[in-house]
């Protein structure tokens, strides 16, 4: 054995490394479990839905209140048989649910909790490979004072490349579960409670004519909400954005659509760009749009402000952004207080795919600043 395999802090090392791929393991198919889970809670929503539709149709058609001149039968044994035998599926189907949703409970408590040894075993990690290369801690901490003036919200230095990985993947499966949800629940449950009351508007148009114009003014609302839900969900997918148009006007159009939603905030917005002629490639042009609409939509959810600075400034190497509002601030520990799905972490994760930099920071006087760069590779 030769001395160096003989260090105790190789052997520290390498035992180390061991524990974090066993916890980035079990972190990493926990994580597929759960969203497994998760698209079995879905489907399992979607069949309680569709049955308690069915089940409230059934017992409409037992209402004491039919017309006593239709010509339907009156006998409903068959009716009344087939609402209980639903219910009872029904019972059954939301007792699955309960129990499923405390296993992804549970899950999730672990997946915290494997979480947290990855980010300490990584930390150990990095601690001693810079004590085997022999850097000192002298050094470590004159490096991180003068770093102190520009804090990032994670690096690749701060943060192993794998954790991103995850992070973006989470990221991906939440906005497809959210695309999911919205149409499911949005448009075609809207489109199921259509179908069934055109269902019942044809046998009102025999007994109760007034209810039957009552009911398809519901209809006509309803088909109006749809049209606007497929609307949001489209703007959601990037089909509203027209990467065929200069970027620069496309950022001047996404301000002046802001100034019309929000007449009470004062917004100044610049964009330089140095090449007329320039064509970004359309991907760049979307995640530049989706970023500024990240950062406007958090200023007016949470900052109070009633002024808005942006200055652009786009080359044919690098975009360069500066986004800074009047409002109340924003604490430094502001990614540990959102959720992991915020606009705020899709942020952090889309300048990293980038390979860019991002520095968000502020206060009660200054408001908050964010500033994000990243280089455009031919």
């Given at each position: ?13 390498e ?23 998760k ?25 004491t ?87 990032f ?8 490349k794998t ?6 993947l ?11 949800s ?12 259509s ?13 109760d ?27 959601r ?48 042009s ?8 990240e ?11 009633n ?32 959720a ?16 860019g ?21 031919k």
């Amino acid at each position: 054995m030769t001395n160096e395999e003989m260090n105790p802090l190789n052997i520290i090392e390498e035992a180390n490394s061991k524990t974090l791929e066993y916890f980035n393991k079990t972190y990493v198919s926990n994580l597929e479990l759960v969203q497994n889970l998760k698209t079995e809670l879905f489907e399992l929503e979607v069949q309680i839905e569709t049955l308690e539709k069915t089940r409230d149709l059934y017992t409409y058609h037992i209402d004491t209140r039919r017309n006593v001149f239709s010509p339907i039968t009156s006998d409903n044994t068959n009716t009344i048989t087939k609402g209980k035998q639903i219910a009872s599926q029904i019972k059954d189907l939301e007792d699955a649910k309960q129990r499923l949703q405390k296993r992804i409970s549970e899950l999730e408590d672990d997946i915290r909790f494997y979480k947290e040894q990855v980010d300490m075993l990584s930390k150990a990690s990095k601690c001693i490979h810079t004590v085997l290369i022999g850097k000192s801690h002298n050094e470590l901490n004159e490096e991180e004072s003068v770093d102190s003036g520009i804090e990032f919200i994670e690096t690749e230095d701060n943060e192993d490349k794998t954790s991103h990985n995850y992070n973006m993947l989470q990221l991906e499966d939440y906005e497809h579960y959210q695309y999911a949800s919205a149409l499911d629940q949005d448009v075609k449950q809207e489109l199921t409670s259509s179908l069934n009351k055109l269902d019942v508007l044809k046998w009102l148009l025999h007994s109760d004519i007034g209810r039957a114009k009552v009911t398809l003014e519901e209809v006509h609302h309803s088909q109006v909400e749809v049209l606007t839900s497929l609307e949001h969900i489209l703007d959601r997918l990037n089909y509203n954005i027209d990467t065929k148009q200069p970027i620069w006007d496309q950022i001047n159009k996404l301000f002046d659509d802001y100034r019309q939603l929000h007449p009470e905030c004062m917004i100044d917005s610049s964009c330089d760009c140095t090449e007329h002629e320039l064509n970004l490639p359309p991907f760049i042009s979307i995640r530049l749009i989706r970023m500024l609409r990240e950062i406007l939509d958090n200023i007016f959810k949470h900052s109070n402000a009633n002024r808005i600075t942006a200055k652009i400034f786009i080359s044919s190497r690098l975009i360069d952004v500066y986004v800074n509002d009047n409002g109340v601030g924003i604490p430094e520990d502001y990614l540990e207080r959102s959720a992991w799905y915020s606009g705020l972490h899709k942020l952090h994760e889309t300048i990293y795919q980038l390979d860019g930099k991002l520095q968000i920071d502020g206060d009660l006087i200054s408001g908050t600043n964010v500033r994000f760069s990243f280089p455009i590779k031919k």
